[in-house]
């Protein structure tokens, strides 16, 4: 399988409890993007990667959340003293951006469901 | 203001039919993308079809077509001959600035499509 892939698909956990999230982007690919998706709505902007810098953060990344991409392929999320709100689904999404006459468009990953507790 | 407007929380469909998903923007970015993504119940998102700002023509994927209304704002998908595997969340998204830029996705709220037998 050479899609996007995330590792857990599920998590539950405690309130202030830590947990983090890893994804696998589709091997080619330069840039890496997380969303948060609630239940109910679209998915939700939160960082993105282009190769191992990450390059924009929404304010929905409070100092809570953290994010890396050490050697430009998989990425962490790490989200510290969990909080009932972060209840959600987290998507990693990655593009190859830069190839002519493409349009860059994003393949998600199955996404994590996060629980707290 | 909202970027991304789906004003159909949920839609029915007659299987065979031809049903129309509605999608407004805004933006003040003469470059932009348009794209629209399907999630179905086991949650990965999966890319459907694009529309570039500078691209003269409506956009076509199979039975799925875009009917781009730039003075409108508007981005419409259509999906002929509905099928029963066609039933899931359909959102829009919009990319502000160019292909090479490779900028985050805005996400409307989705709209939930349910074909009917």
């Known amino acids: 399988d050479t899609g996007v892939s995330q590792d857990p698909r599920h998590k539950i956990t405690k309130r202030g409890q830590n947990v983090t999230f890893r994804c696998d982007p589709i091997s080619e690919h330069n840039r890496l993007y997380w969303y948060r998706q609630t239940l109910g709505q679209g998915p939700e902007f939160l960082t993105y990667f282009q190769n191992e810098a990450q390059l924009e953060k929404s304010r929905l990344l409070s100092d809570r959340f953290s994010a890396e991409r050490p050697k430009g392929s998989f990425s962490t999320l790490e989200i510290q003293r969990t909080e009932q709100g972060d209840s959600a689904m987290y998507l990693c999404?990655?593009?190859?951006?830069?190839?002519?006459?493409?349009?860059?468009?994003?393949?998600f990953g199955p996404g994590t469901r996060l629980t707290v507790l | 203001a909202q970027k991304i407007t789906q004003t159909q929380p949920g839609m029915f469909v007659q299987e065979k039919e031809a049903v129309t998903l509605d999608c407004t923007y805004d933006?003040?970015?003469?470059?932009?993308?348009l794209f629209w993504y399907k999630q179905p119940s086991s949650g990965e998102m999966i890319f459907l079809i694009y529309q570039g700002s500078y691209d003269q023509q409506n956009a076509t994927e199979g039975r799925y077509s875009l009917n781009f209304q730039k003075a409108r704002k508007s981005a419409n998908l259509v999906i002929s001959a509905s099928q029963l595997g066609d039933s899931a969340m359909y959102f829009c998204a919009m990319r502000e600035g160019p292909n090479n830029a490779g900028n985050m996705l805005t996400f409307g709220g989705g709209t939930r499509l349910m074909v009917k037998p």
């Open positions: 999404a990655s593009s190859l951006v830069g190839t002519r006459g493409s349009y860059n468009e994003q393949f």
């Open positions: 933006t003040s970015d003469p470059s932009y993308g």
